[in-house]
């Protein structure tokens, strides 16, 4: 097995970014969610109730800050536009603990379950793709571990998957039949929430070992 894909985030909700490498640290992938939408009430505003913002596209450029279609993050057209999704008063805000991931720092797919289902990896929104996988084999992954060099990743659990697997990541048209599948043949679960037990640095191509 190898890694086929590695994807970061940089702002939760939003398209994120393949890359060919990046540092893994203890709460994920380094980078990864960093930017939070915020609504008037404190409380975070997610693709899952406001599923444009997963047109809008977020990257790292060189400097490694995270800009928004191409802005700085925090520019005052971002801000508009984010409300213009998310409603007034909605803000952006950098963020870098914990509480920033829904259930563990990684999500990790496979290419086996991903041809399975027959549907756009990216609906998933993995940050690491394991190639070379048989069909379902991710299933019973769950309590091992996997290694990657130096690196140690703990699969917890199958990720229970929700309406944003829905929306197709180019055009957002809406397409029910994908969850529907995904409950109907899988009990609504597909990829796995990951833990980090050892740090380091991973690459596209690197030697991925079932424990």
Partial sequence: MYIKEIWRYPAKSMAGERIAESQVTPLGLAHDRQILVVGPNGRLVTARTHHKLLGLRAKLNAQNEVEINGLPWNAPAIRELVQSIAGPGAQLTHYTG???????????????????????????????????VEDLAERQWPGRRLKIGNVILAPAQLRGRCVMTTYDPDTLVQDRRVLQNIVRELDGTMALDTAVESPGLIREGDEVTLL
């Fill in 98 to 132: 914990p509480e920033r991931f829904d259930i563990l720092p990684l999500l990790v797919a496979t290419d086996g379950a991903i041809g399975h289902m027959s549907i756009d990896s990216r609906r998933l929104r993995p940050n690491i793709i394991i190639g070379g």
